[in-house]
């Protein structure tokens, strides 16, 4: 008879069929492994052992580097270690080509089987508890630059990580479409949040069905809106698990992208949904080559297939020259830009069924979410509209013009720097 302390512990766990709920279990488990790749091991994984103490487990005598950045890999639900089925070890090919790093999957796969949904939520506490033990021996030997990547219900489980680290907060943590049901009402103890770590990026792709709409994260990247993926659609494809797995296939190509996933600044959910968050110039990298310090909502666009990433879209042989910065007056707008969106046809503006009205002179857009500042001399090699600088209107008047509700500069800092707001259709913050 097996009177080990897990086979104790296991004793107290509640089993319905396939499924199991981790219940009063403690760490090690023998039912979420680890294992690490390196450059000295690329295709031969090595199973590590971590208990309690750095003397019982056998981190030191492994292919570990402390003087490596780490990356520690969460798969998700009805998986193997691996974070999608369709991408079975590619992640690590690409980190080990890119650089030497310490590769660690997290196999929790006993505990997250399909169909036991609601027990493998159950059991990210129990993920979490002891992959918090593993970066504890991590830190220990020295090694503080460690990034958590989870996939969907993988996602959700450095939450738990975090919440049992007593002296150590995690650097990074990266959420790929963390998962959303049974996690809609999910305090912040229970759902991953920025408070987590020292800078939380998150990926949506297949926001309302399996993953969140909400913010999670110091900064969100919607692709392609974060709801459908382009090329989810036809024959034989399951488009909400297409367009899940796409956050893995999109982080996956940033690693080493030429090109990168760029992305523009929203203030809410609720202005992408009204057409409110055209894109600017002011573009900000996704994936794995982020800026610690970027904060806020983005909007990228992708392609339908791989490779995704279209790079800067300032980078276009059509956009890639500045116009004349010419100081304008604001024209006056016969056609409200929220009412432009609302009433595509216009059938409800006065002039319908041409009726005389004021003549539209200018796209409606046009001097409503921009500025025409006075005109600054140019060197003739200054050409990339990424390089503009802001300036200030001439006249205060313009300002007033331009926002009466709240002051425009304070609005235009939100719009380009992000502010951190987990409710999605809030309007934007003005300090």
């Given amino acids: 008879m097996n009177t080990t302390p897990a086979a104790a512990a296991a004793n107290r766990d ?27 091991n690329i295709m031969d994984r090595q199973c590590l052992h971590i208990a309690e103490t750095m003397d019982k487990s056998n981190l030191t005598s492994s292919y570990f580097n402390p003087r490596h950045p780490t990356k520690i890999l969460i798969h998700g639900y009805n998986s193997d270690m691996f974070l999608s089925p369709a991408l079975p070890a590619q992640m690590r090919d690409e980190y080990l080509a890119k ?3 310490n590769i660690i999957y997290v196999d929790w796969s006993v505990l997250s089987p399909g169909p036991c949904y609601i027990s493998a939520v159950h059991n990210t506490r129990q993920a979490g508890a002891c992959a918090a033990q593993l970066v504890e021996r991590l830190v220990e030997s020295g090694n503080t630059d460690i990034h958590i990547i ?179 007056p604001l024209p006056l707008q016969s056609v409200d830009p929220l009412m432009q969106h609302i009433d595509q046809f216009g059938k409800l503006a006065g002039n319908f069924n041409n009726k005389p009205d004021t003549a539209q002179t200018s796209q409606p857009y046009e001097h409503w979410t921009s500025y025409s500042p006075p005109f600054i001399a140019e060197s003739a090699s200054d050409d990339s509209v990424e390089e503009q600088d802001s300036v200030e209107f ?37 300090n």
Wanted: charged residues 20%; contains cysteine; hydrophobic residues 35%.
């Fill in 14 to 40: 509640i089993t319905i069929g396939p499924c199991k709920w981790a219940i009063g279990r403690r760490c090690p488990d023998a039912d979420i492994k680890y294992y690490i790749y390196t450059r000295h």
């Fill in 150 to 328: 989870g996939f969907s219900l993988g996602a959700q489980v450095p939450n738990y990580i975090a919440r049992n680290l007593n002296n150590f907060k995690l650097p990074r943590i990266t959420g790929l479409d963390p998962a959303m049901p049974l996690f809609i009402t999910a305090g912040l103890n229970d759902k991953l949040d920025p408070s987590d770590a020292d800078f939380v990026d998150v990926m949506h792709t297949n926001a309302m069905v399996q993953g969140k709409l909400e913010r999670c994260g110091h900064v969100d990247f919607y692709m392609n809106g974060g709801i459908n993926q382009p090329g989810c659609t036809g024959w034989m494809i399951n488009a909400f698990a297409c367009s899940h797995q796409r956050a893995t296939a999109y982080y996956l190509e940033s690693i080493r992208s030429p090109k990168g996933f760029w992305g523009w600044a929203c203030s809410s959910y609720l202005y992408y949904l009204l057409g409110m968050c055209p894109p600017t110039n002011f573009l900000l990298e996704a994936g794995d080559n982020v800026r610690a310090g970027t904060r806020g909502m983005f909007l990228i666009d992708t392609n339908d297939t791989s490779p995704y990433a279209l790079g800067k879209w300032t980078d276009l042989p059509t956009l890639g020259v500045k116009r004349p910065r010419l100081p304008q």
């Fill in 99 to 101: 650089d030497d790093y």
């Fill in 394 to 430: 001439a006249e205060a008047e313009h300002r007033e013009q331009l926002h009466p509700a709240f002051n425009w500069w304070s609005y235009r800092h939100n719009l380009t720097t992000g502010i951190i707001d987990n409710d999605i259709f809030g309007l934007p913050v003005v």
